[in-house]
């Protein structure tokens, strides 16, 4: 069974870059569609960007042109790079494998269609 594991979370100044590894293991990542996924304080989790396993990809508005998604199946690990980051991007960030009736990669990060989640790495953009 796909169990995932993040990291590479912490405090950043506003501008600044992070990337986060969602690493995977008991089974093989490629076969998958991955996600990213953030839940503020107070606030419902939301999709950020979501891959498939063929490398279609979709990101939320808020992070188009700032993020990038992409995945190494020979390190069983998908990446969140984030640039340019804002005071608004603080949040606990998850990577989540589909759920079984995903529909389309836009549908997955939307509406949270997942399977089974890692167990979150808090990013900090502050000052």
């Known amino acids: 069974q796909l169990q995932l594991v993040e990291s590479g979370g912490g405090l950043v100044q506003p501008g600044g870059p992070l990337r986060l590894p969602c690493a995977a293991s008991?089974?093989?990542?490629?076969?998958?569609?991955i996600g990213w996924f953030r839940q503020a304080p107070g606030k419902e989790r939301e999709g950020v960007s979501c891959?498939?396993?063929?490398?279609?990809?979709y990101y939320a508005d808020s992070v188009k042109g700032r993020f990038t998604i992409s995945r190494d199946n020979a390190k069983n690990t998908v990446y969140l790079q984030m640039n340019s980051l804002k005071p608004e991007d603080t949040a606990v960030y998850y990577c989540?494998?589909?759920?079984?009736?995903?529909?389309?990669?836009?549908?997955?990060?939307?509406?949270?269609?997942?399977?089974?989640w890692g167990q979150g790495t808090q990013v900090t953009v502050s000052s």
């Open positions: 989540g494998k589909e759920s079984w009736d995903i529909t389309t990669l836009k549908a997955m990060c939307n509406r949270i269609m997942v399977g089974s």
């Open positions: 008991g089974s093989n990542l490629g076969y998958y569609a």
């Open positions: 891959i498939s396993h063929d490398d279609n990809i």
